[in-house]
């Protein structure tokens, strides 16, 4: 089972975090946390790698949803999105929302994870969409 939605870029990657973070807003996400996995490694065990960072992504309305549904679901939540270098192009990768239901079978959950499924799949082909605003 898929559990990514990837896109693939031709920019850099400050350039591609930027674009994310403005495609994210535009689809009602706001990010509450970044970790910078790269100066991370660095710092804690000295280890070299390519530009990678997780924004974690939240819709304040749907996350209420969920957690209406299920209290547990916060395990789940924000709705992490991945930006790193990969070869030549900056890959962007989201968590599948549709992970929810199928790990936690709750049909529930189901309305919830499409709508992010909608929105995240909006934000991610926006980014690959020439003329677009971000």
């Keep these: 089972m898929r559990y990514d939605r990837t896109v693939h870029l031709d ?4 350039t591609a975090v930027s674009r994310v973070r403005e495609a994210l807003a535009e689809q009602g996400f706001g990010i509450l946390t970044e970790i910078d996995v790269t100066a991370t490694l660095k710092a804690k065990l000295d280890h070299d ?3 990678y ?11 209420h949803r969920a957690l209406e549904a ?3 679901i916060g395990l789940l939540l924000p709705c992490n999105v991945v930006v790193r270098r990969d070869g030549d192009h900056t890959a ?3 968590l599948d ?3 929810m239901v199928t790990l936690t079978g709750l049909d529930a ?3 919830v994870a499409e709508e992010a499924a909608r929105r995240l799949d909006a934000a991610l082909a926006s980014l ?3 003329g677009t605003s971000v």
């Design 53 to 63: 960072v997780i924004l974690g992504a939240c819709n304040p309305p749907l996350a």
């Design 11 to 14: 920019t850099d990657f400050a």
């Design 92 to 94: 962007v990768q989201a």
């Design 49 to 51: 790698m390519e530009d």
């Design 97 to 99: 929302p549709n992970t």
């Design 109 to 111: 959950l189901r309305p």
């Design 128 to 130: 690959t969409t020439p």
């Design 70 to 72: 299920d209290r547990t």
